[in-house]
């Protein structure tokens, strides 16, 4: 299945024989990251296996959104607004941000008051963010048939263009000296005295004293090869694109039945608003305890699939040396099939709830792969096992929208710098050091 079509990026042809820091993804982690090292003076190379934001970085929903964060994110999502802000002027390349706000739908009181109660996290951060009854909804909607009690919404959320921007971005980290290679795997890191010295890719060594992962569904694999356990399991989520049309909402909005978002043009992304397709492979019941809390909240909208992902996860290498090839460049881009039913019924709700839709024609469908945490929490974080490696991984669904702030917050922690954010709820060790798991809601 064809993936979205994601703005050419040609990679550098000459691979630098020395760095400061190798970056391995090129998804919107992985090219924030770098963007924030190279204007920071730091020599920095971005390796990507395959497309520059070609997996889930492109095939998002594209909004960029504070609202129902986990709290733990709530701190770094604010500084990631910040940054959205200007970001078109920083890159000098259009990532098609609008801050033209998010409503999520309440359908019962009981639904208006946990957004209520969410909308508290927000306090002292003078973000416009705010409950609103049914008849401002209908005010804001005229003819819209959705039936609601009110919703949350929250003007200083706004959306961006998930094909436009991670190219942009690494763009703008090459226009600033950073090397940045496209089908370039790294095979693995190597060490000398217990510390990073450089890495191992298909196409030769880097030397560099320092290796920041950001290789997003691919990590666990990646870190397992040096014998370093990370919980990490896919979600794969359906998205369908439609032809531009005129009479919809400017605000993206999330209801029981339906995700959408304006596009830049004019036609709307649309996904279901709570289902998701989980394949069972082998990690799954590696780490079924671990996810096991997860599960339990959360079984009403997962649907647990077993089919040939299970074969293909169980026939990929878990051990290889690095003068051979390696599983990421067997597979270059994780381009599932989408669940047609889950993206057709939303855009069935859709219609029936913008009838100035009801014409509107299916230009493109693709799914994604998101990697998910056990906390639904990102890991972004060094590693006390292998001093000078770094990960940016598990954002669970909510890395678009914080991702320039959390290449922010990472290269301040390869610098030794002070954090933007207090870095504690993402740290790695969590996992391993005794710490209760807590998975907290986004209310």
């Known amino acids: 299945m064809p993936g979205p079509f994601v703005v050419p990026f040609h990679g ?34 971005l390796c990507e296996k395959g497309g520059i934001g070609h997996e889930q970085s492109s095939r998002n929903w594209g909004w960029v959104r504070i609202s129902r964060r986990d709290p733990r994110e709530i701190p770094l999502m604010a500084e990631a607004l910040r940054i959205w802000r200007t970001m078109d002027e920083r890159v000098g390349r259009e ?35 705010r409950m609103i009854s049914r008849n401002e909804f209908e ?54 005295g217990g510390k990073i010295c450089g890495v191992v890719t298909e196409r030769g060594y880097i030397k560099c004293q320092a290796v920041v992962l950001a290789g997003g569904a691919w990590s666990g694999l990646f870190l397992g090869n040096n014998d370093i356990n990370l919980p990490q399991l896919k979600v794969m989520n359906s998205v369908l694109r439609t032809s531009p049309a005129e009479g919809g909402p400017e605000q993206a909005i999330w209801s029981r039945h339906f995700a959408m ?28 305890l671990d996810f096991l809390p997860a599960l339990k909240k959360e079984w009403r909208s997962l649907n647990l699939r077993l089919g040939f992902r299970f074969l293909d996860e169980a026939r990929l290498p878990k051990r290889w040396g690095l003068d051979e090839p390696t599983p990421f460049e067997y597979n270059r881009v994780l381009d599932p099939q989408p669940d047609k039913r889950l ?87 969590r996992f391993s050091d005794g710490s209760k798991i807590r998975l907290i809601s986004g209310f």
């Open 12 to 45: 550098d042809a000459e691979l630098p024989a020395e760095v400061d820091v190798v970056v391995i993804g090129g998804g919107i982690i992985g090219a924030s990251t770098a963007l924030e090292l190279a204007e920071r003076g730091t020599r920095v190379a």
């Open 95 to 129: 990532t098609g941000y609008r801050r033209a706000g998010i409503i999520f739908t309440c359908a019962t009181d009981e639904e208006y008051a946990q957004h209520e109660r969410w909308n508290e996290n927000l306090r002292g951060y003078q973000l416009d963010s």
């Open 139 to 192: 005010a804001m909607f005229p003819g819209s048939n959705l039936p609601v009690k009110g919703g949350l919404y929250t003007a200083a959320d706004g959306r961006a263009e998930p094909q436009k921007a991670a190219p942009a971005i690494a763009e703008a980290a090459r226009d600033r000296g950073a090397h940045v290679m496209t089908e370039c795997a790294v095979r693995g890191v190597e060490t000398a």
């Open 261 to 288: 978002r304006k596009r830049l043009d004019g036609g709307y992304t649309i996904a279901s608003g709570h289902e998701n397709v989980v394949p069972i492979v082998p990690n799954s019941f590696r780490y079924a």
């Open 343 to 429: 993206s057709d019924t939303a855009l069935v709700h859709v219609k029936k709830a913008f009838p100035a839709l009801e014409n509107v024609e299916i230009a493109q469908r693709w799914a994604g792969y998101i990697d998910v945490t056990p906390d639904a929490v990102p890991v972004i974080s060094p590693l006390e096992q292998i001093p000078g490696l770094f990960v940016a991984t598990g954002f669970s669904g909510h890395g678009f929208g914080i991702g320039p702030a959390a290449g922010r917050l990472m290269a301040d922690l390869v610098l030794g710098k002070t954090p933007i954010v207090d870095p504690a709820d993402f740290r790695f060790s």
